[in-house]
């Protein structure tokens, strides 16, 4: 199986950890972000692993693990929407996906592969336990879901930031998710009609489309009849947003499997 992880953005919110690093390379309980990530899709069934880089995308490194790189060279005026395109070419079939500032426990990733679903979104069940005492990211970030019951069962409706009001939510995209052929298919056939109004068009809730979310991607799949599974875990992950978000997790990541 593919494993896509889109990992061009700067992590300003790090501060000095990503002054000469990519985000996805800053350490959490002694181990690189990106590295936890391989070995958990590994395990889960990964072979191939492809990382679109952007922001000293060199520095990029995973011993024992062979790498295919996609250069995002406007990494610094677009979003991760337009960043996972440049893959484009390798949204044929099915594959993993993942954020590249999440760490996560194997067993999350093991469940991701085993979705049947066109697109298979994990999603947290205990997501407002991770937002106690977290200051630096506000609840207003989270990328909560809404679900809704369909005759092939039950699908996300509703994904992103302030999207779905909390008091409906079912729990927060972790930035993990499982596309099949036909998701990775509905997925490409999205971005081709947004882009047919150009990269400065709207799309979603973004003014313009090289800024959208993948969310943004999402819901217009969902609206389109594309089903969006939703992937319960309660809890063990942590998305690595800010210097706080980084100290809260280095006690915690060797406790999951």
């Not at 309980?29 to 590295?35: A, D, N, R």
């Not at 500032?101 to 049947?116: E, K, N, W, Y």
Request: proline share 5%; hydrophobic share 45%.
């Amino acid at each position: 199986m593919k494993a896509i992880i889109v990992a061009a953005g700067r992590g300003r919110r790090l501060g000095p950890e990503t002054a000469e690093l990519p985000k996805c390379m800053v350490t959490v309980g002694g181990k690189p972000i990106l590295h936890r990530q391989l070995e958990a899709m590994r395990a889960a069934g990964a072979t191939d692993f492809v990382i679109v880089r952007g922001y000293l995308g060199e520095r990029i490194q995973a011993p024992g693990f062979a790498l295919r790189f996609i250069e995002n060279p406007q990494w610094a005026s677009n979003n991760i929407l337009t960043s996972l395109m440049y893959a484009a070419d390798e949204l044929n079939g099915d594959f993993l996906f993942s954020y590249s500032d999440i760490v996560f426990a194997p067993a999350h990733a093991r469940l991701a592969a085993a979705s049947t679903a066109p697109v298979g979104l994990v999603i947290d069940r205990l997501w407002k336990d991770t937002y106690v005492g977290r200051v630096q990211h506000p609840l207003s970030e989270a990328e909560l879901a809404s679900v809704k019951d369909t005759p092939a069962g039950p699908a996300v409706d509703r994904v992103g930031k302030t999207v779905v009001p909390a008091d409906q939510a079912v729990g927060e995209f972790t930035g993990l998710a499982k596309f099949t052929a036909q998701g990775a298919a509905a997925l490409r056939d999205v971005w081709s009609r947004a882009l047919a109004d150009g990269l400065e068009a709207p799309f979603g809730r973004a003014a313009q489309l090289r800024q959208a979310y993948l969310s943004d991607a999402l819901n217009a799949m969902a609206d389109a009849g594309t089903r969006l599974a939703p992937l319960y875990i309660d809890g063990r992950w942590r998305e690595i947003d800010t210097e706080e978000d980084l100290s809260r997790a280095h006690g915690v990541v060797d406790t999951w499997s």
